[in-house]
């Protein structure tokens, strides 16, 4: 079945503990994207990348890091996790740029 | 960054009513999309509709693009409880190869 994943699907963390969320898609695209999505904020891009070992910020990459080494996944990286990150957080993949996007299912974060 | 509007923010209908929801958005595209977000869970793609394409249809789906009025909207026709959810339109005309999201409108289907 094609499929994003996101590992974990629900994280309480605190402040400045270092985490990671997976992201995979078994459907050989090229381009993926990670997305926080808040209340009355809509979606925002957080970072994006375009092929393996090209990444870009995307509106609001501040206090976090991806990494594309393989095609399947996309990890994005919260170094130093802050309250303000507390979001549901996408992960997506196309083929075509910038058109049909297929989703992860979300991670809920709380940093406390 | 720019930002599609769809309004109405929220829509409540009976069961069996047709729901329409409008996008507009602010420079020219090449495309516009469609999703669907059930409560917290992935968004899911419904429609795309190129800029060269006025109206595109997708089982009980309508959707109509007008370019010159940099506007779409979305048109479910004999609505169900199972399409209780939030739409969101989202266009192609970002800087820095970026999709631009609406805010979405939140449809209700009262049974």
């Known amino acids: 079945e094609a499929q994003v994943t996101q590992n974990p699907r629900y994280l309480i963390t605190v402040t400045g503990k270092k985490l990671t969320v997976t992201c995979s898609q078994n459907m050989n695209h090229e381009y993926m994207s990670w997305y926080r999505q808040d209340p009355g904020l809509g979606l925002r891009q957080i970072y994006y990348s375009m092929n393996v070992e090209v990444t870009d910020k995307g509106d609001v990459p501040e206090g976090y890091k991806v990494s594309r080494k393989e095609k399947r996944n996309f990890p994005l990286i919260l170094e130093s996790p802050s309250p303000n990150q507390t979001s549901l957080y996408f992960c997506?993949?196309?083929?075509?740029?910038?058109?049909?996007?297929?989703f992860g299912p979300g991670t809920r974060l709380l940093v406390l | 960054s720019q930002q599609g509007e769809e309004d109405p923010q929220a829509l409540s209908i009976q069961e069996g009513e047709n729901a329409t929801m409008n996008c507009s958005y602010k420079?020219?595209?090449?495309?516009l999309q469609w999703y669907r977000q059930n409560s917290g869970r992935g968004l899911v793609h419904l429609i795309l509709i190129r800029s060269n394409e006025r109206e595109k249809h997708s089982g009980r789906l309508r959707v109509t693009l007008d370019t010159s009025k940099k506007s779409s909207s979305l048109l479910i026709t004999a609505s169900r409880a199972a399409d209780t959810a939030s739409y969101f339109c989202a266009t192609d005309a970002g800087s820095n190869y970026q999709l631009i999201w609406g805010a979405g409108t939140k449809l209700i289907i009262k049974p």
């Open positions: 420079t020219s595209i090449n495309n």
């Open positions: 997506a993949s196309s083929q075509v740029f910038r058109e049909t996007q297929y």
